[in-house]
């Protein structure tokens, strides 16, 4: 990513033949053991967003349950329809009861008072017939289906949230990955010029131009560096594995991935991005639907109140007989009718009332909680701005610091071979260097990030 040393240099071109040596020497034994499994990722951060979307396991849950609630809506929606159904029975009555009736109903000069028993059915008993329901006004019902709508949409609000949010962590994931790959990449140089540098001061040391002290010093600094590139190996093989994962692969799978950005790409397309303030935001939206959706449950409750209008209609037949003898046409009885109900609410409206002032109460809860939201929201987006245009002018110098600690340092490891410095001089600015390159790296991490935040507060 950054060419230091002048091409022309023959010990810059011999480190750059061996970084590679080093990686693939180190990552050798975990890339055998998937060898005939891995498979390549060549990912931009847009496209590491794009694929968590089509493959995150929280993005199609909620998918699934956009679809849960279109199924709820369809089902709020038939229930308007008339209701049309057929029943049947057949009933033994194992013991006939008995009603007693006046006596003078059927005999005229009976005295009075004086009681008949009568048996007003028989051993076998059946009817079979269709059912017709008809709700020609009920207010509750037409409020199900605008209730089911405004919960379908408060869903899709939800989702938008989710996917917004999962973007910001796998683009996190993906810097993080990004800045692990350029740890690794200069820790492999390090490792490489120590290593240089070892063999040649051991060289000296056999003839007699370089100290006992000196050669144990630069052996500890080359170990040292072996321990900083197994720590970055780790860091990166980590921080991958979570990229993977925020994306929606499993954590078995073999993949490697090719980064199509760097920090630089990163840096000049965050600097030259307008952001401004959304007015159409996912919570204010979501406020919105949520007050519909109690308004709509404040009318459905105060439409309680209000009568409900039925149509009934019934066609078919009745079987009565002593003998199970269901085929026998003359024991059967057509019956048919017809019956408009109307039904009006006396003392349910008790607690209807309370329900309302629960739902009332629930709107100003819910306007109070968005309003401290936003004054959060916008608080933090404006941090993060404000840290966003602070670390954009410490990127540029920190990466100018770091691009010169690097020459210097490699300037100055020819210069000790030379026998030019001491060791305590190179030292120096060996720490020097790995102060900037933290540095360097630290800035560049925390100002996208911090245009990542304010990227993803804004859409919220």
Not at 73 to 85: D, N
Not at 203 to 218: A, C, W
Not at 434 to 451: D, G, H, S, W
């Amino acid at each position: 990513m950054f060419k230091l040393m002048t091409k022309n240099s023959a010990y810059y071109k011999k480190m750059k033949n061996r970084i590679v040596m080093i990686v693939g020497f180190t990552l050798l034994p975990t890339l055998s053991i998937a060898q005939h499994h891995i498979l390549k990722l060549s990912l931009s951060l847009e496209q590491a967003r794009a694929l968590a979307v089509e493959k995150n396991p929280q993005i199609a849950a909620g998918a699934l349950d956009a679809k849960i609630n279109k199924e709820m809506t369809a089902e709020a929606k038939l229930k308007r329809i008339p209701q049309v159904y057929a029943d049947a029975n057949l009933q033994n009555n194992l013991i006939i009861p008995v009603t007693p009736v006046p006596a003078n109903a059927f005999n005229p000069n009976a005295p009075d008072g004086v009681l008949i028993p009568l048996k007003f059915t028989t051993r076998w008993t059946s009817n079979t017939g269709l059912n017709v329901n008809i709700d020609l006004f009920n207010p509750q019902k037409k409020l199900g289906v605008k209730e089911a709508l405004i919960k379908e949409e408060i869903t899709k609000l939800q989702n938008e949230n989710e996917a917004n949010l999962i973007s910001f962590e796998v683009a996190n994931a993906y810097l993080a990955s990004l800045i692990a790959v350029e740890q690794l990449r200069l820790a492999a140089l390090d490792t490489l010029t120590k290593s240089e540098l070892l063999k040649i001061s051991q060289q000296q040391f056999d003839e007699g131009r370089l100290v006992l002290i000196t050669l144990n010093q630069l052996k500890a600094d080359r170990n040292n560096t072996l321990n900083n590139f197994d720590e970055a190996k780790k860091i990166y093989t980590n921080s991958k594995a979570k990229l993977l994962y925020t994306m929606g692969f499993p954590a078995e799978d073999h993949l490697d991935i090719e980064f199509l950005d760097n920090l630089e790409t990163l840096f000049k397309n965050y600097q030259i991005k307008t952001q401004t303030e959304n007015g159409t935001s996912i919570a204010l939206n979501q406020l919105n639907q949520n007050e519909t959706l109690l308004n709509t449950q404040i009318a459905s409750t105060g439409n309680g109140y209000l009568p409900t209008i039925a149509l009934k209609a019934y066609y078919g037949a009745n079987f009565f007989d002593n003998n199970f003898d269901i085929l026998k046409s003359s024991n059967w009885n057509g019956n048919s009718f017809v019956n408009l109900g109307l039904k009006l609410p006396i003392t349910e409206g008790i607690d209807r009332q309370k329900k309302i002032k629960q739902l009332q109460l629930q709107k100003q809860s819910n306007l109070l909680r968005y309003q401290d939201e936003r004054n959060k929201n916008k608080l933090e987006y404006l941090s993060a701005m404000i840290t966003a245009a602070v670390l954009e002018k410490k990127y540029l110098r920190v990466q100018e610091n770091f691009k010169l600690a690097e020459k210097n340092l490699r300037l100055s490891e020819q210069q000790f071979t030379s026998g030019r410095i001491l060791i305590t001089e190179l030292q120096e600015i060996t720490y020097n260097y790995q102060k900037e390159k933290n540095n360097y790296l630290t800035i560049a991490y925390n100002y996208i990030l911090a245009r990542l935040t304010a990227e993803k507060i804004n859409k919220y």
